[in-house]
């Protein structure tokens, strides 16, 4: 499957390179590297500029993140340069070489495919850039893992799973094998089967494809069509749920089956309290915190400090009943009901300041 990723015209990977090339180095222009009062070296100087590379970036999750991200760049007086790879392996491997050439102080490696960029990350390290990587394990000690805690994230949505239809059902699984997080949740759910014996896996489908929700909605209608008896979806990835909820609602199922997923977003929000919805509970970190603690940890080692070599930003579990009985409908008043989903002390220091 994962030559699948690979395959884009050669015409079209350098047009889109070029195209997001030129974007990105016009907003680095535009920014200004300010100096930090009080922090260290090189920050006191300002001039730091450090790259976000995408392999994912479809879904409000990807947009959450990286308006995280820009924000604590900003506290920080970074210049933050963004490139996208849209799922392109090849593209991500030719923006983490641009932004080697443009001569950064760090890289921030978002998703991937780790074979597709072991040697490219390490001709960074080799330059004395620093890297770390969210949600895509680059098997290097160098490299600092940044993580949602995927197995506790997992573990959460399947407690609610036997909570509210016990432990003898047929289910429908949303997965893609090779990513990181959705490894790290698969290996949870396996395990969750082996100890529940009575559930009965009774299909599995998933594709990033773009746009990932219709062509895992496609997928899933094809699903429950031939598994008509199927009444819990895992789908651990919001896109994912929006596919399984969007082919649940066109064949009138929305009744019959129940939806777990992993990550949130206002969107998801909206599309979880609608009335009748199969769309049940998710386990979520905020986004937003994950882009800013990716974006501290990076400026951590830049500075010389040690960020750890496993962060973990903790999950939390939301039910539609708590949006509903909250009348939570925004990110924002879920960070304000829910303190815990607000912010995380993960790769922190005196001299950083908060992208409050």
Do not use: C
């Not at 960020?307 to 939301?318: E, F, M, N, S, T």
């Amino acid at each position: 499957m994962k030559s699948v990723f690979l395959r884009k015209s050669f015409v079209g990977r350098m047009f889109g390179a070029l195209t997001l090339f030129s974007a990105t180095v016009l907003t680095g222009l535009a920014a200004h590297a300010a100096p930090l009062k009080g922090a260290p070296a090189p920050f006191d100087k300002g001039g730091v500029k450090i790259a976000l590379v995408n392999y994912l970036s479809t879904g409000d999750f990807f947009q959450a993140y990286e308006a995280g991200a820009q924000k604590q760049a900003q506290a920080l007086g970074i210049d933050l340069r963004i490139y996208e790879g849209r799922q392109d392996a090849a593209e991500q491997r030719e923006q983490i070489q641009q932004a080697i050439s443009l001569g950064v102080s760090a890289i921030i490696v978002n998703h991937g495919l780790p074979e597709s960029l072991k040697d490219v990350v390490q001709r960074a390290l080799d330059k004395g850039i620093k890297v770390v990587a969210f949600d895509v394990d680059l098997g290097n000690p160098k490299v600092p893992q940044i993580e949602q805690s995927d197995r506790d994230l997992a573990a959460l949505l399947l407690e609610q799973v036997v909570k509210d239809n016990g432990d003898t059902f047929a289910a429908g699984y949303v997965y893609v094998a090779g990513f990181a997080p959705l490894d790290r949740r698969d290996a949870v759910w396996r395990d969750f089967r082996s100890a529940h014996p009575k559930v009965q896996e009774k299909a599995r489908w998933g594709t990033v494809d773009n746009p990932i929700a219709q062509s895992v909605a496609n997928q899933a209608a094809a699903a429950y069509r031939a598994h008509p008896d199927i009444r819990v979806v895992f789908a651990p990835y919001d896109e994912f749920a929006r596919g399984a909820k969007l082919a649940a609602d066109e064949a009138n199922l929305s009744s019959k089956i129940r939806i777990y997923s992993a990550d949130i977003s206002t969107a998801d929000i909206e599309a979880i309290r609608a009335p009748g919805s199969a769309w049940v509970a998710t386990a979520a970190t905020n986004p937003a915190v994950v882009g800013a603690v990716s974006v501290r940890a990076a400026a951590l080692l830049v500075a010389g400090q040690d960020p750890g070599r496993r962060i973990v930003v903790k999950p939390a579990l939301i039910t539609r009943d708590d949006l509903v009985n909250n009348n939570i409908r925004t990110i924002a008043e879920l960070g304000a009901k829910f303190p815990a989903f607000r912010a995380s002390d993960a790769a922190t220091a005196p001299w950083i300041p908060g992208a409050d």
